[in-house]
């Protein structure tokens, strides 16, 4: 009696789950962007947001909740109900911050839901014009020839500017100084000062300043030319392969949210992220459209995870700096 008490108490859950799933949304949605109002991930959460309350009928409401390179955010959408109500923008520093070592109260494989990587922004290996380098084999060169008289700047220690200037220091096999500031906004007015000579810089930073000549571009961090700065070669083009690193904006569901929920948000997210209309938004920040689904996203996080854990490990960088 009791078995079959439970089964029946099991089965009506489960009719009650998918009777939710099919009519989702019946109320707003929250995505949560674990950084401050004007950011990038605010503003990509932001454009993919109003064009998923165009398809689903309800309105999308971007909650800012920055805070400890995206912990908080990040843990807020971890502990919410599984329903669908509750989503999340992560990115970089959530495949950096277990690299190198940081403590969370949340696992990104096992608390989250990979839903879709909505857009990705490629780095620029960028210096300073008054350096004598006019190509990436030239800065190459000119850094090997003095080590450690070069200074590149990042956003913070461990964070994701710091990694993409150590990677390619690794790959070129040179030295330079690292220089942390507190964000990445001051990182560039150092750089733009001369107090440091280089960056590893999203495309949304550099552009301007390149086009401006207040910054020389030597390569994309990226497999592809980027729309951006066409006449900007790839890091391979340039001769060092293997340099690609990107800014990306995944959206993430809480785990054991409703599979059919999830199917839903699956068919809509890609409808918006191929619209033409995401599309030119997105171009207007520096930023390009995602594509894949959840399979492709969890294996790109995982890759991303390893890629920080190897480049950290070699230039000693752990979460304790």
Do not use: C
Request: charged fraction near 15%; avoid cysteine; hydrophobic fraction near 45%.
């Amino acid at each position: 009696m009791i078995v079959f008490i439970k089964i029946i108490s099991l089965a009506l859950a489960l009719t009650s789950a998918i009777a939710q799933a099919q009519t989702y949304p019946q109320r707003p949605v929250r995505i949560v962007a674990p950084y401050p109002a004007g950011a990038s991930y605010d503003t990509v959460t932001r454009v993919l947001g109003e064009g998923l309350a165009e398809r689903m009928g309800q309105p999308m409401i971007v909650e800012n909740r920055p805070g400890a390179s995206g912990i908080i955010g990040a843990e807020l959408v971890a502990k919410a109900t599984p329903d669908g109500y509750t989503l999340g923008m992560l990115g970089d520093n959530h495949t950096i911050l277990p690299a190198v070592g940081r403590k969370t109260s949340y696992d990104l494989f096992r608390d989250f839901t990979p839903i879709m990587r909505v857009a990705s922004l490629e780095n620029v290996v960028v210096i300073h014009p008054s350096v004598p380098a006019t190509t990436l084999k030239d800065w190459i060169v000119l850094l090997k020839a003095s080590p450690g008289k070069y200074r590149y700047g990042s956003g913070g220690t461990a964070g994701s500017s710091h990694l993409a200037a150590a990677r390619f220091t690794q790959l070129a096999g040179v030295s330079m100084l690292h220089v942390p500031y507190k964000a990445g906004g001051i990182a560039v007015t150092g750089l733009l000062g001369n107090e440091v000579q280089s960056m590893v810089l999203n495309m949304i930073s550099a552009k301007g300043h390149v086009l401006g000549g207040r910054m020389r571009a030597l390569a994309t961090a990226a497999r592809e030319r980027s729309p951006h700065l066409p006449n900007v070669p790839t890091a391979a083009e340039a001769g060092l392969p293997g340099l690609e690193v990107s800014q990306f904006y995944a959206l993430m569901a809480p785990a054991r949210t409703p599979t059919a929920v999830l199917a839903r948000l699956d068919r809509d997210v890609r409808q918006v992220a191929q619209s033409d209309g995401y599309r030119k938004r997105l171009d207007a920040q520096g930023a390009t459209p995602g594509a894949g689904g959840a399979q492709e996203l969890e294996a790109f996080l995982r890759r991303e995870i390893e890629q920080n854990r190897s480049t950290a490990q070699a230039a000693g960088i752990t979460a304790e700096q």
